[in-house]
């Protein structure tokens, strides 16, 4: 099994423009997570899926960010406009029963 | 809802020092247990999972955790502790919420400085 798949690694935009990342679980697992790392706020849960269906994005910060799972397979995260506060590693995971598997992460910067 | 505590944010050890990071979770339910290690610029990884039985488990790289009930706590532990141990490690509770579903809940994590 390839893990959790994320792309891009690295994502250097400027302020305003719009950023997609995005995220392929693992084959089975039934829950989807995006999170966001900080220095400063350590991991953030942003939303979870569950079967596809957002359960709980209370932690997304602002309307600026939406995200999406079309399917089992994929899911993105948006942020329009992005700001240079975004700047973090995000991070996507899927779980079953036994735990997370995290993917390598996105790095966002913005500038 | 459920959080998680971890009480060191910052820990230096020279290297053959003995380890032990802190973790207390508040829910009073069934709870599944985890610590994850992240190493510099890498993701999470699993270490070590607690779901029932024997609460003294081990995991990789001689890590082992005791899940103490009583105190709603997970601590891990390592008898000798490496400059390859250097990471931030997260304990995490996992639940299962009103809604039936799984959601796991993350410490905010401890770093660990090993000196050569």
């Known amino acids: 099994d390839a893990g959790v798949i994320q792309s891009p690694r690295h994502e250097v935009t400027e302020m305003g423009q719009e950023v997609t990342l995005r995220c392929k679980p693992i084959?089975?697992?039934?829950?989807l997570f995006w999170y966001r790392q900080t220095m400063m706020r350590g991991l953030e849960l942003l939303i979870y899926?569950?079967?596809?269906?957002?359960?709980?994005d209370s932690g997304m910060p602002e309307d600026r960010f939406s995200a999406k799972m079309p399917n089992a397979s994929f899911s993105t995260l948006k942020i329009q406009p992005s700001e240079p506060r975004d700047s973090a590693v995000y991070f996507c995971?899927?779980?079953?029963?036994?735990?997370?598997?995290f993917g390598s992460g996105t790095r966002l910067t913005v500038v | 809802a459920q959080s998680v505590s971890q009480h060191n944010h910052h820990v230096i050890l020279s290297e053959a020092a003995s380890l032990e990071l802190g973790c207390n979770y508040s829910?009073?339910?069934?709870?599944?247990l985890f610590w994850y290690v992240q190493y510099p610029g890498q993701h999470l990884q699993l270490l070590l999972k607690?779901?029932?039985?024997?609460?003294l488990v081990k995991g990789i790289k001689g890590f082992e955790a005791e899940f103490i009930k009583s105190k709603f706590s997970f601590n891990l532990r390592k008898p000798s502790v490496q400059w390859s141990d250097t990471a931030e490690y997260f304990c995490?509770?996992?639940?299962?919420?009103?809604?039936?579903?799984?959601?796991?809940?993350f410490g905010i994590g401890t770093k660990l400085q090993v000196i050569p």
């Open positions: 995971a899927s779980s079953s029963y036994y735990g997370y598997t």
């Open positions: 829910y009073g339910g069934t709870v599944n």
């Open positions: 995490a509770v996992n639940v299962r919420n009103s809604g039936g579903y799984q959601k796991v809940t």
């Open positions: 899926f569950n079967n596809n269906v957002p359960i709980d």
């Open positions: 607690y779901f029932s039985g024997d609460p």
């Open positions: 084959s089975g697992h039934n829950s």
